[in-house]
Each structure stands twice: as C-alpha cells, then as structure tokens.
C-alpha cells in the first residue's frame, strides 16, 4: 500500500486546512487509517484515526472539536480538516494505514505516507 499526502501549507492562526491522502496498492475498503504529526524538534504523535468501517474515529485531546477526520472510499482518500488552527499545530503530518486495525499509536502503523507540511503563523 502506498499512501500520498498532500493539503499542507502556511495558514494564519484561526485558520482552517484541509489534508488529503490517497492510498493505492491495496484495498482501502479493509484498511483502517489514521494521522499523526511530528512538530518541530520533537517526536512524532497521534492525531487521529479512523476505522475501515468509517464507524468510529478517535482524536488527540488536543485536537478534538477542531479537526475531523473523514473517508471516501470511492475516491481511495482520507481527510483531515482542520479548523481554528493554533502555532502548535504546526508539523509534518503524516498519513498511516493498517489492515483491519483501528490505529491508535505508531506501533499499529504498518504503511507511512512522506508526510506534508502544516505551519500556522501567528
């Protein structure tokens, strides 16, 4: 499986995003899917996730109610929309993908994306 993100960029503070990854390689239908993000100078962390199903999604405490993670099996893709973005959002965020798991730490991860880059100016 191979996952391409893309949707980074610099935004102001408030602002709002929209991450996409597309997965090709395998059967997306089976795959659970997540993100997670590396800010600068430190490691990298969960953002969210998102079954195969679509049924339920998880989210980091320090994103939850902001950002929302979707799916469109038809398209192959993932979502992260990201709304009222703060300075520590800024990251590499990088999509992640495993068979029939529902990605909770980077230890669930069995496929990477290259990641894409987010900074929110002040």
């Known amino acids: 499986v191979q996952l391409q993100a893309s949707g980074g960029g610099l935004v102001q503070a408030g602002g709002s995003l929209r991450l996409s990854c597309a997965a090709s390689?395998?059967?997306?239908?089976?795959?659970?899917m997540g993100w997670f993000r590396q800010p600068p100078g430190k490691e990298r962390e969960f953002v969210s996730s998102?079954?195969?199903?679509?049924?339920?999604?998880h989210y980091a405490d320090s994103v939850k109610g902001r950002f929302t993670i979707s799916r469109d099996n038809a398209k192959n893709t993932v979502y992260l929309q990201m709304n009222d973005l703060k300075n520590e959002d800024t990251a590499v965020y990088y999509c992640?993908?495993?068979?029939?798991?529902?990605?909770?730490?980077?230890?669930?991860?069995?496929?990477w994306g290259q990641g894409t880059l987010v900074t929110v100016s002040s």
């Open positions: 998102l079954t195969w199903t679509g049924g339920a999604t």
């Open positions: 390689g395998g059967t997306f239908s089976s795959l659970g």
């Open positions: 992640a993908a495993r068979e029939w798991t529902s990605i909770a730490t980077a230890n669930t991860v069995r496929y």
